[in-house]
């Protein structure tokens, strides 16, 4: 049986997703949060609402806040959505609070779907290979763009890599880091005063394939929904 894969766009996208949806944000929520879990985190919390996101590190202040809006750090949290900052971290053991401009919008947002993953560079591999072990009917790729208003191009192209390694398809990985380079979202990790996006992040957020695991949306149905580690 051949999976049904299409493609959806921003909240509205992630709305009328079904199956088994990917939730894209690679600049830099599902690539930080591999990178979080990498590095140990015990629960990840994706909050779409920035009050609540406040409210619950409030209540729980040794959780680890992680977050942005407009891409840079909301004030008062502990880090910014940096995978660089992530891995200087140390959160082996840390509950984590993690609330986005986009990404973390649509994994809140993908009620109608029966499964909903986070999608990046950095587990691409992982992905496809638990998506052709589920074989599902429908697998609804949601590229959340630019502040889930604007498409952009590496969210585009890590569905694109998706798209064609499900269909039995070759993708050269050698070309996402030229192609990415230059990309709109990618000028602040070259820009000097834009030290909330260091250099690193785009490499790190660039290294395809780098994770052997998936991040699946479990207790969807709760307040509280965690990001599950399954490994791939």
Same mark, same amino acid.
């Given at each position: 049986?051949?999976?049904?894969?299409?493609?959806?766009?921003?909240?509205?996208?992630?709305?009328?997703?079904? *199956?088994?949806?990917?939730?894209?944000?690679?600049?830099?929520?599902?690539?930080?949060?591999?990178?979080?879990?990498?590095?140990?985190?015990?629960? #990840?919390?994706?909050?779409?609402?920035?009050?609540?996101?406040?409210?619950?590190?409030?209540?729980?202040?040794?959780? #680890?806040?992680?977050?942005?809006?407009?891409?840079?750090?909301?004030?008062?949290?502990?880090?910014?959505?940096?995978?660089?900052?992530?891995?200087?971290?140390?959160?082996?053991?840390?509950?984590? #609070?993690?609330?986005?401009?986009? *990404?973390?919008?649509?994994?809140?947002?993908?009620?109608?779907?029966?499964?909903? !993953?986070?999608?990046? !560079?950095?587990?691409? *591999?992982?992905?496809?290979?638990?998506?052709?072990?589920?074989?599902?009917?429908?697998?609804?790729?949601?590229?959340?763009?630019?502040?889930?208003?604007?498409?952009?191009?590496?969210?585009?192209?890590?569905?694109?890599?998706?798209?064609?390694?499900?269909?039995?398809?070759?993708?050269?990985?050698? #070309?996402?880091?030229?192609?990415?380079?230059?990309?709109?979202?990618?000028?602040?990790?070259?820009?000097?005063?834009?030290?909330?996006?260091?250099?690193?992040?785009?490499?790190?957020?660039?290294?395809?394939?780098?994770?052997?695991?998936?991040?699946?949306?479990?207790?969807?149905?709760?307040?509280?929904?965690?990001?599950?580690?399954?490994?791939?």
């Amino acid at each position: 049986m051949s999976m049904d894969v299409r493609c959806f766009d921003f909240v509205a996208g992630a709305r009328e997703a079904r *199956g088994i949806a990917v939730v894209i944000d690679v600049f830099r929520a599902f690539s930080v949060a591999c990178y979080a879990t990498d590095a140990g985190a015990a629960r #990840i919390h994706p909050v779409a609402d920035l009050d609540e996101a406040r409210r619950l590190k409030r209540e729980h202040p040794d959780w #680890i806040a992680i977050g942005e809006r407009h891409a840079r750090r909301v004030p008062g949290f502990d880090l910014g959505n940096s995978p660089t900052d992530v891995v200087a971290a140390g959160l082996e053991g840390k509950t984590v #609070i993690h609330t986005t401009h986009a *990404g973390t919008q649509g994994l809140r947002a993908a009620a109608g779907a029966d499964e909903v !993953l986070t999608g990046s !560079l950095v587990n691409a *591999g992982a992905l496809c290979r638990y998506l052709e072990r589920r074989r599902p009917e429908r697998v609804s790729l949601v590229r959340m763009g630019h502040e889930a208003i604007r498409r952009c191009d590496e969210d585009d192209l890590c569905a694109e890599l998706l798209e064609a390694r499900l269909a039995g398809r070759t993708f050269d990985t050698s #070309i996402v880091r030229e192609r990415l380079r230059h990309a709109p979202a990618a000028e602040k990790f070259f820009d000097a005063e834009a030290d909330w996006a260091p250099e690193t992040d785009f490499e790190l957020c660039t290294a395809v394939d780098r994770f052997d695991f998936v991040l699946r949306l479990a207790d969807r149905d709760s307040p509280l929904p965690w990001l599950e580690r399954i490994p791939a």
